[in-house]
């Protein structure tokens, strides 16, 4: 319980301290592309998969960083991936994987999740990305410079209207 109070914090004071400037590129000046998300279900993890292959045939490097709930399988180990073992007491990262995810500058960082994950938020504060796009959510504000709103609340909604509004921004 602690620590989430101490993530809590530590996200606030990564968004007020964070010095990267944030601004969007048209989507066909975008090279590196980063998707961060927390694994749910096959299905969740199938509308990742697709949204990277759109990506990629439009010319997109991807990057992907997933967190792995306690209790959740992983469903084929092609995603880099973190659990709560990889954060400390204190609220550190301690898995490379996540840091070296967290200092790649982005053109656009993908937040694909339905609801709020503070672990997750903590990275999109520490992100050096230039654009991070998110779901529509007061929590969101944050820690991302456009947010998507959707009507069903489904991932594979999100996924759309993220490709589709940022195909928009010339």
């Not at 980063?34 to 199938?46: A, P, T, V, Y």
């Not at 092609?78 to 053109?107: C, H, R, Y």
Request: proline share 2%.
């Amino acid at each position: 319980m602690l620590n989430k109070k101490i993530l809590s914090y530590k996200t606030r004071s990564l968004v007020t301290n964070n010095t990267v400037v944030r601004r969007s590129i048209s989507y066909s000046e975008a090279r590196s592309i980063g998707i961060i998300f927390s694994i749910e279900d096959l299905k969740k993890h199938e509308t990742i998969k697709k949204f990277i292959k759109q990506l990629e045939k439009d010319g997109k490097k991807t990057q992907v960083l997933a967190f792995l709930p306690k209790g959740h399988q992983n469903f084929e180990f092609l995603f880099d991936f973190f659990t709560v073992k990889d954060i400390s007491f204190w609220g550190n990262f301690t898995a490379s994987q996540v840091m070296e995810f967290a200092q790649k500058p982005f053109d656009f960082l993908f937040y694909m999740d339905t609801v709020s994950n503070p672990l997750i938020k903590n990275i999109l504060a520490m992100s050096k990305a230039r654009c991070r796009i998110g779901k529509f959510d007061d929590e969101n504000s944050a820690v991302c410079e456009l947010m998507i709103q959707t009507t069903n609340g489904s991932t594979q909604e999100l996924a759309s209207e993220m490709y589709r509004y940022t195909k928009l921004l010339s």
